[in-house]
């Protein structure tokens, strides 16, 4: 089916397939996994393409930063993770680790 008529959540799947297999070509080439930054990257995704994201990312052994504005999408038990939260404090950035 033509990205076009496809939903938003399965545009950035397609979107993200691309991205990983690029990601395991690199890793195969160099022999060292990949650092990945991926902004916003679980945003339309339902839960189990998140958790399929998340397991090919540990599967690479990839040093992932992932951002999102929604914390639900970050649970604890749905990804091995340091989580962290940026809050706006009087103008300066605060930033809390989350367990």
């Known amino acids: 089916m033509p990205a076009a008529q496809s939903s938003t959540g399965e545009q950035k799947a397609l979107l993200l397939s691309l991205i ?4 395991r070509a690199l ?7 990949p650092l990945l930054l991926l902004d916003e990257v679980s945003a339309h995704l339902d839960k ?7 397991a090919e990312l540990q599967h690479l052994g ?3 930063w992932m951002t999102g504005t929604g914390a639900e999408l970050f649970e ?6 340091q989580r962290f939260e940026v809050k706006d404090v ?10």
């Open 48 to 54: 189990d393409r998140r958790a399929a994201l998340y």
């Open 90 to 99: 009087n103008g300066t950035s605060l930033v809390e680790a989350l367990p």
């Open 20 to 23: 990983l297999a690029n990601a």
């Open 62 to 64: 990839a040093q992932a």
């Open 76 to 81: 604890p038990g749905e990804i091995d993770a």
């Open 27 to 33: 890793a195969e080439d160099t022999g060292a996994p």
